[in-house]
């Protein structure tokens, strides 16, 4: 079992940074992959970023590569996502997802992911 927290959401202008955090409790957290997702207003939930168990492999959908970085510290049991030069498209409900990694490919599927945090907003003005 893995419980999930997210912090650092906020409101911000476009062009700004922002850094997500999700604090995970529970035992072997190094053992399970995390991703980001989110949801923007009247839009299905979709995939953000993903990052191995430890943190040697990382994914990134299309809108926000080059944009965004995730990263983790299993020390710490802790995974960020270091969002920059923000937009508008870019506000949602940013949710932390963990799953048991047992394969060397990291899922981007949200119905792999087991383990889901309350999510934080972040909203990007013009």
């Known amino acids: 079992q893995v419980q999930l927290v997210e912090s650092g959401g906020g409101l911000v202008q476009a062009g700004a940074s922002l850094r997500l955090s999700c604090a995970a409790s529970g035992r072997s957290f190094s053992t399970y992959a995390v991703g980001w997702f989110r949801q923007g207003p009247g839009k299905e939930r979709e995939f953000v970023a993903a990052?191995?168990?430890?943190?040697?492999?990382?994914r990134y959908s299309d809108s926000v590569k080059g944009r965004f970085t995730i990263s983790r510290d299993n020390a710490k049991n802790t995974v960020s996502l270091q969002m920059n030069s923000l937009k508008p498209e870019d506000t949602a409900v940013y949710y932390c997802?963990?799953?048991?990694?047992?394969?060397?490919?990291?899922?981007?599927?949200?119905?792999?992911?087991?383990?889901w945090g309350q999510g934080t907003q972040v909203t990007v003005s013009s």
């Open positions: 997802a963990a799953y048991l990694q047992r394969g060397v490919l990291i899922s981007i599927t949200s119905a792999t992911y087991d383990y």
């Open positions: 990052i191995s168990r430890s943190g040697g492999t990382t």
